[in-house]
């Protein structure tokens, strides 16, 4: 049986075509979203990252603006045998609200304006190939205010899109027309949405969406979430307090490779910016094809950015990515990293989720990762594929933050079954180089913050030190730090 017959149920014949000529195969999880959503149900996607989330969500509205489009075409033909084009989308009124027949179909919400331009990117190649009478566009902080006038008085088929410029357009008095015809929305990322105030918007967005589009389903797409129950009540309206929707749970992908740089230089008590790794961070990006450099902070990525270039002798393509830049610096860059022409990118967390380019191969956090679930999203940036493992360095800027990677690490481990670990060995002056002995690391943390101790540690005065919010919540991934 071939894959065009085996799909013929689900797949038109361009979507099983455009497969084959790619040499793939559709996955379970992607065929068992699409009946789901075409039942007319509402459906949480978990899968690991590589797994084809983005196009298991876009397939079911890609799947019937075709077949509306095919139903547009027949009529037109039969009617004028000269091929004329089919008629336009018509007005109609209910009560006071005016809809567009056949507006705006899909809503996709993302976390980051990146990921909803790269997704857009990514989208207008198999709806090219296949020739699919389809209009995506996007709707971020960046888009001009014409464009903004425009999509509301002529809505895409697929508008991309933040929770901020939802807010915007649900308090536009014109939001029925936009919205009264909207048969999905698309939640990416949800993990990092609903954990913060952003997802309090989101829900309120959410509510008046499904007031305004009775008919409203959602899909909702994420690779780390601990309480899947929370997010399939989330994503449906709460009328209900029992109603859930559907769960798909994909099968695992290849475990993630996370090591600790184990570094030749003394690493330093206190500090955040690395100096000592920027050597051995400059071989890393010599030695991989790309490779992503995450850093917290804007002004480290600064520092870290220009430290970079005074040590590229090799004149290498380095360049930087943050939210403050000019936009039309980040889509240059964002465009030249999907091309391959860029060796390397420090960035902070504007390109940590979602984001697809295939040429990465190596993934480096500089500090502390402030959470595994973080962690996870920015080292599955690299072999952004389910079959092969994701490849990622912590280098920490400080050996307190060691403490921090190592829990992550192990965090990690629980999560994926297993990963390749590395152990981390400090460098004290004029001494060898003994392992790390995590429990007498924490107890002589505990009796610094205390204040107390019997003089100094390694030179270093006691005095009062506070570990992050996160490791002190998390201390049970640790074991050796109880």
Known sequence: MTLLDWNAPLLPEPFARWFVSRGWEPRAHQLDLLARAQAGASVLLIAPTGGGKTLAGFLPSLVELSAVARRERRPSASASPSGEAAPQRQLYSIGRDVHREGGLHTLYISPLRALAVDIARNLEAPIAEMGLPIRIETRTGDTPASKCQRQRRDPPDMLLTTPEQLALLLASADAPYLLGELKRVILDELHALVTSKRGDLLSLGLARLFRLAPSLTSIGLSATVAEPNDLRHFMVPQHDPKARADLIVAAGGAAPQVTILDSEERVPWAGHSARYALGELYELIRAHRTTLVFVNTRSQAEGIFQDLWHLNDDNLAI????????????????????????????????????????????VVNVGAPKG???LLQRIGRANHRMDEPSKGVLVPANRFEVLECRAAIDAIAQCAGHAVVSHWRPRCAGAARPRLCLRRAFSRRRTLSRGQGSGALCGLEPRRFRCSGRLRRDRRLCPQSV
């Open 319 to 362: 360049a930087l990515h943050h939210g403050s830049l000019d936009v039309a610096q980040r889509r240059k860059v964002e465009a030249a990293m999907a091309s391959g022409r860029l060796r390397a990118v420090v960035c902070t967390s504007s390109l940590d989720l979602g984001v697809d380019w295939g040429d990465v191969d190596l």
């Open 372 to 374: 595994a679930s973080r």
